[in-house]
């Protein structure tokens, strides 16, 4: 009997995992938690042969989460729930030993096949076939914030450029001066090193910030 726990901070998802898992054989839910903490506790209490993990998740995220379980419980398996698939998220989660990534809004049947997979020994990495934009309610957003030392006020700027948005447009749907607008795109361009609209474009489809 394989022994699962979930992990996500939204139970109608854990609901929704457990009720399609539940089809596979030789399949336990031990447990299911809401935050990292819990996650934590949880595993040094029992243990797991597999531990279903969100990234994003209250109290301690995701990515904390899977390095403490690698480290205490080398042999509990990790498959990796996430929305988001940038490859630099997938190599760092790659890095830190996980067995598998999924995106969550993959099919039931790729779920179980994913999960079988993994329980037999594979590693699976599977990437969306399109990726959504950045959610500010993320604390991947923050980390992509300071990264770049920019502020939500210019990440909406940056974005209301790539819909074409004059300095004007964008200063009456913001409720800013035309000349505040133009101050915030000077100096986007500086901190990001783009030289035109067009590299400010690149910059925020390579980083996801818009579709």
Request: charged letters at 30%.
């Amino acid at each position: 009997m394989t022994k699962i726990i979930l992990a996500d901070d939204h139970q109608l998802f854990i609901e929704g995992v457990r009720t399609v898992l539940e089809e596979l054989k030789n399949i336990e839910i031990t447990a299911t938690v809401n935050n990292g903490v819990e996650l934590m506790e949880t595993l040094r209490r029992t243990d797991a042969d597999l531990v279903m993990l969100d990234l994003n998740m209250p109290r301690l995220d995701g990515l904390k989460c899977l390095k403490e379980i690698k480290t205490e419980k080398p042999l509990t398996k990790v498959l990796v729930l996430t929305n988001y698939s940038q490859p630099e998220l997938m190599e760092e989660v790659k890095q830190l030993k996980a067995d598998g990534f999924l995106i969550k809004n993959s099919t039931a049947s790729e779920l179980k096949e994913t999960v079988a997979r993994i329980i037999s020994g594979e590693k699976i990495f599977t990437k969306a076939s399109k990726t959504p934009a950045l959610d500010e309610g993320s604390y991947f957003f923050d980390d992509f914030l300071k990264k770049f030392k920019l502020t939500r006020r210019e990440v909406d700027i940056i974005r209301l450029v790539c819909k074409e948005f004059s300095s004007k447009q964008i200063a009456a749907t913001l409720f800013l001066s035309e000349f505040t607008v133009n101050t915030h795109r000077k100096n986007i361009q500086r901190k990001l090193n783009v030289k035109n609209v067009a590299g400010l474009v690149a910059f925020a489809k390579e980083h996801h910030l818009v579709n």
